[in-house]
């Protein structure tokens, strides 16, 4: 069964950066599309970014310009680099491809 595992949470500082990896079980050529997501407490989860086997990539306004997404695939893992975190950008960030969904990792913005 294929799995997705995220990695690279934690605590960050407003204007810092934070660096967000999903490593699947098997190539990510396998997936044509591969996303990230976000679910801060009390909110619904919400769409951050994708990215196509083709290398084209995609951004919800909020972290257009700030949240650059790319894939690896000689590690079979997809990257989200976190820039200038803000206040608004604390949840737990998922990683997906298709109906398969990663067990999250939680980033934390403070000073």
């Known amino acids: 069964q294929v799995q997705l595992v995220e990695s690279g949470g934690g605590l960050a500082k407003p204007g810092g950066t934070l660096t967000l990896g999903c490593r699947a079980s098997?190539?990510?050529?396998?997936?044509?599309?591969m996303a990230w997501y976000r679910q801060a407490p009390g909110a619904e989860r919400t769409w951050v970014a994708r990215?196509?086997?083709?290398?084209?990539?995609y951004y919800a306004d909020s972290v257009e310009d700030r949240f650059p997404i790319r894939r690896a695939y000689n590690e079979n893992k997809m990257y989200l680099q976190m820039d200038s975190l803000t206040p608004e950008d604390p949840a737990v960030y998922y990683c997906k491809t298709g109906r398969l969904w990663g067990q999250g990792t939680q980033v934390i913005v403070s000073s």
């Open positions: 990215i196509t086997t083709g290398g084209n990539s």
């Open positions: 098997e190539s990510i050529f396998n997936f044509p599309v």
